[in-house]
């Protein structure tokens, strides 16, 4: 594995403002994404995990500027991603793409799904003429197992499993090298979504892609995925080897949300399973964002915010329990 990541992102940070009603002022900013750094290197599977409203989508977005982040910087193969713009960046974005988890709400209803597959290749003049486009839809539509003929339907006449096919096309149709797949098999029935994993990472070998894989799945995670990344409150908390987080996880939050898939890793002791909910985006607690639901709380976790610090090769976690018994 090349030492530079394909994907490098520092700092980086994103605040919302809570939209108001009609008798109701908006709310104050929060942090959704809240000083991550995160990197995927070349040809590599990263699952990002979280509870929903744990940042894991908007960071998705920020790395492939779908988003644009308020401090912190993201490098695509060494270019600067955030300081592009006009003509350079939309060159750019044909190398970074998403799927999303409802392929439905990205295809327009009233479009052929020949002509959403193949309006990315024509925005970026990569066929010369309808004859040539056609040629390489279909040529798409083959890849991820459809049928060809299928390019002059829309997509209500298509089930959720084949429009994950159509926006999976679509995605690939440009020939990225980085994919933001956003819970990509969540909407779909377990049968099928075996069966876009099993696409997915046909592609990523055939393509020599980068994915970063969100999910809140961990098995699926384990399966695919050789390096884990898990946020909480917009942070993250630990990132560690898919092998080392499943066998040996650190953080309790990490051991609380695989205690809810017990069968994961079979023998292993049983977890305190996770309890209440995530803080309130706009109420922060005082120090580690996690102490009102962890059962190993101390003094400390209440006063102070803890440092995400290196505890292994490629093993990083944010808890004061962790960093003492380094001590
Ligand atoms: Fe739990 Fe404290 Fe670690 Fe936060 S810092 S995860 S509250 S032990």
Do not use: W
Not at 109 to 126: N, V
Not at 282 to 302: K, L, Q, V
């Amino acid at each position: 594995m090349s030492a530079d990541p394909l994907v490098r992102a520092r700092g980086l940070t994103k605040s919302f403002r809570p939209r108001g009603g009609l008798f109701r002022p908006r709310g104050p900013a929060f942090n959704a994404v809240d000083r991550v750094d995160l990197d995927v290197m070349a040809s590599e599977i990263v699952g990002l995990v979280g509870e929903s409203g744990s940042g894991k989508s908007t960071l998705g977005r920020i790395l492939i500027r779908l988003i644009e982040p308020d401090e912190g910087t993201v490098h695509f193969g060494g270019t600067d991603l955030l300081a592009l713009q006009g003509e350079e960046l939309r060159r750019n974005r044909r190398d970074f793409q998403i799927v999303f988890q409802d392929p439905y709400g990205s295809l327009n209803p009233r479009m052929k799904i020949g002509d959403a597959i193949g309006e990315p290749l024509t925005i970026h003049r990569l066929v010369d003429g309808r004859a040539q486009r056609d040629e390489r839809v279909a040529e798409l539509l083959d890849r991820v197992g459809l049928d060809p003929a299928m390019a002059t339907r829309y997509p209500h006449e298509f089930s959720g499993g084949q429009r994950q096919r159509v926006g999976i096309a679509r995605a690939i149709a440009c020939g990225p090298r980085f994919i933001v797949a956003d819970e990509p098999v969540s909407a779909l029935d377990a049968p099928v979504q075996a069966q876009i994993v099993n696409l997915l990472v046909d592609l990523q070998e055939q393509l020599g892609l980068s994915y970063l894989f969100i999910a809140h799945d961990l098995q699926l995670v384990r399966r695919i995925c050789q390096r884990v990344v898990v946020m909480y409150f917009g942070r993250v908390v630990e990132e560690a080897s898919a092998g080392e987080l499943y066998r040996e996880p650190r953080h309790p939050y990490t051991r609380a949300l695989l205690a809810a898939t017990p069968s994961i890793v079979p023998g292993r002791p049983a977890a305190p399973a996770l309890s209440g909910e995530p803080p309130s985006q706009t109420a922060a607690p005082e120090g580690c964002p996690f102490h009102p639901r962890c059962p190993e709380a101390i003094d400390d976790c209440r006063r102070r915010d803890p440092a995400l610090i290196r505890i292994g090769e490629g093993h990083r976690v944010a808890c004061h329990v962790v960093e003492k018994t380094l001590e």
